[in-house]
Nanobody, 124 residues
Framework: QVQLVESGGGLVPPGGSLRLSCLASGFTLDTYVIGWFRQAPGKERDGVSR????????YYVDSVKGRFTISRDNGKNTVYLQMNSLKPEDAGVYYC?????????????????WGQGTRVTVSS
């Protein structure tokens, strides 16, 4: 059974850090582009960052550049999102997704598999 499972969400104060993990089972991640998406209450699910299969190409939306870092460990079938200097506007449910399209960026329609999400709350 193909599955993506996110973990690492929680409540942090502004300026805090979290590391999200996305673990794949039922398939190997090493040929997939992996994206992280965020959905705030009442808003669309928007892309945050993605990493190509080899890990040599990453992309971030402007609002998280310099604060978030995406990485992957294909040996562990896991992708990470390190989030530093968190702001209240970073809050939401974070989803990881896997795309077979090697040049996928952050368009949701290119992603084949989705996790169930992990919630991030940024509040004092």
């Amino acid at each position: 059974q193909v599955q993506l499972v996110e973990s690492g969400g929680g409540l942090v104060p502004p300026g805090g850090s979290l590391r999200l993990s996305c673990l794949a089972s039922g398939f190997t991640l090493d040929t997939y582009v992996i994206g992280w998406f965020r959905q705030a209450p009442g808003k669309e699910r928007d892309g945050v960052s993605r990493i190509r299969s080899s890990g040599d190409s990453t992309y971030y939306v402007d609002s998280v550049k310099g604060r978030f870092t995406i990485s992957r460990d294909n040996g562990k079938n896991t992708v990470y999102l390190q989030m530093n200097s968190l702001k209240p506007e970073d809050a939401g449910v974070y989803y990881c997704a896997a795309s077979r399209f090697p040049f996928a960026n952050l368009e949701r329609r290119y992603y084949n598999y989705w996790g169930q999400g992990t919630r991030v709350t940024v509040s004092s």
